[in-house]
């Protein structure tokens, strides 16, 4: 049954991103895929998902124990703040705050967690600006 409820939240939620995706306005000189087709997609394989979970649940589903939701939670609430933290600070910044609570998480020590946080976050800033060609945001703090 716990599956099912999962699929329906789901495929409703699958419903309301490709709406939003349909009302993203797409400038007259975009390239032919367009900046539609990724949401979508994400949109299309997420429903596709959610109606297997409604049609075949698992008879005998496993929730995981309560240790493990202190720690989901906090990856949670981490990844929220880094959504809203990553203009005004910035991409290195944001992502190796993140990446070294991330680590934390799965047991990693603090020292680990911090040279492989920031470590992580310059080569993709590097790999996404110079090798890409994309921009990242540098934060309002340093830009």
């Avoid at 895929?33 to 049609?55: C, D, E, H, N, Q």
């Amino acid at each position: 049954m716990s599956d099912r409820i999962l699929g329906l939240v789901l495929l409703i939620l699958s419903a309301a991103y490709a709406i939003g995706a349909r009302a993203m306005e797409v400038g007259f000189l975009s390239d032919p895929v367009g900046p539609r087709t990724f949401p979508y997609l994400i949109a299309a394989i997420m429903g596709a998902s959610s109606l297997w979970l409604i049609l075949r649940p698992d008879p005998e589903p496993a929730w995981p124990s309560r240790g493990f939701w202190i720690p989901f939670g906090l990856a949670l609430l981490s990844l929220v703040a880094y959504a809203y933290l990553l203009v005004p600070l910035g991409f290195i910044v944001t992502t190796a705050l993140e990446m070294t609570l991330l680590s934390m998480l799965f047991g990693a020590k603090p020292r680990q967690a911090a040279v492989g946080g920031l470590s992580f976050s310059v080569l993709v800033y590097l790999l996404f600006t110079q090798v890409l060609g994309v921009p990242l945001p540098v934060g309002r703090i340093f830009g």
